[in-house]
């Protein structure tokens, strides 16, 4: 049986992924809708290697048309359009913040907690809303779930360095335009960020909150307890660095039973989607330049942390556009599919 299948926000850099994906993993789609705003109706993009889709303007679809919905085009028009298309029957999985933390909203990595998707469609009063979690969230939870099925982990400390593509294709372009400039003396006032982030790292992502902890920091930990464990505690400090594709995190764990090292090597190359290349070489690491455009969550430099008991320290990366938002939206579309849809 094939799906119909609608991509908001396609022209987007995290919508043409999510279209690139969907051809990539031979999705069974027997129709493709690319939607986004009424400027952008009428021109042409790219499916697969060998088709093309004409952009449809996302207010005058109707929802009822599609199967699934994949909605990549921000927390407002999700929660303007989204609850539409739920109440239409269409299946909407929304790569925003809007419903993430919502009780009734399902928050889902799929090879961490895909069978809550079970539950969601056994519920004759569901939202038809499910939440894709925060690309930096996303990675890491990745890397912790064997750990802490093993070793039930009681607190994790992250540093993020995060790559300009997750605020969007504007973003990439000023790290572009003003590293550019720097070369020929144009200087580029910053628009999309605080501060030049040409050769520079930015200790800021998202608005401030009270507690002095920005929003994505927060989402790092709420988002962390509500698909793994709410027991965990999480403390994250996020950056914004000037590379265009690929977060990095440093993560440091603290469990309640003993950490064997080599056992926990073994755990992560067991995890599906997580691939551990650590070698206590120059080079035997992976780098944000080499995870893009791969599925992976790559995983370095492992190593016991000797200052907390059962402690344990690694490196984490892995291409935001893809296992942090359109590949883990496309694997949530696919668990949908064994699961109940």
Excluded at 51 to 68: G, M, P, R
Excluded at 303 to 319: E, H, I, P, Q
Aim: hydrophobic share 45%.
């Amino acid at each position: 049986m094939g799906y119909k299948v609608a991509v908001v926000g396609a022209t987007g850099a995290v919508g043409r992924e999510m279209l690139k994906t969907l051809a990539e993993r031979e999705f069974p789609a027997d129709q493709v809708f690319a939607l986004a705003s009424s400027q952008s109706a009428g021109n042409v993009i790219s499916y697969g290697e060998d088709k093309d889709l004409t952009v449809q303007a996302l207010d005058k679809f109707d929802f009822a048309n599609a199967d699934i919905a994949l909605f990549s085009a921000g927390s407002g028009i999700a929660q303007q359009i989204g609850p539409k298309a739920g109440a239409a029957g269409c299946v909407v999985i929304d790569n925003s913040s809007a419903f993430r933390m919502d009780e009734d909203v399902p928050l889902v990595v799929p090879e961490v907690n895909g069978h809550v998707l079970e539950a969601f469609f056994q519920n004759p009063d569901r939202r038809n809303i499910i939440a894709n979690p925060n690309c930096s969230t996303a990675q890491m939870v990745m890397a912790l779930k064997p750990l802490h099925d093993a070793y039930h982990i009681r607190r994790v400390v992250v540093s993020t360095y995060q790559a300009v593509s997750g605020a969007g294709r504007p973003a990439m372009d000023e790290l572009f335009e003003q590293t550019r400039g720097i070369y020929v003396n144009d200087f580029k006032k910053p628009e999309n960020f605080t501060k030049e982030i040409a050769f520079n790292v930015i200790p800021h992502i998202d608005v401030f909150m009270d507690n002095g902890f920005t929003k994505e920091e927060w989402k790092m930990e709420a988002e962390t307890k509500k698909i793994l464990d709410p027991a965990i505690e999480v403390v994250a400090h996020c950056v914004r660095v000037p590379v265009f594709i690929g977060h990095s995190e440093a993560i440091f764990i603290e469990c309640d039973h003993p950490v064997d090292e080599e056992q926990a090597r073994t755990l992560l190359r067991e995890m599906d989607g997580v691939a551990v290349i650590d070698h206590r070489v120059d080079e035997g690491y992976v780098t944000p330049k080499e995870a893009a455009g791969e599925d992976a969550v790559f995983v370095s430099r492992l190593r016991r942390d000797n200052t907390v008991a059962n402690g344990l320290v690694f490196w984490c990366v892995s291409d935001n556009l893809r296992k942090g938002a359109a590949l883990n939206s496309v694997q949530i579309a696919e668990e949908c599919l064994r699961r109940g849809l």
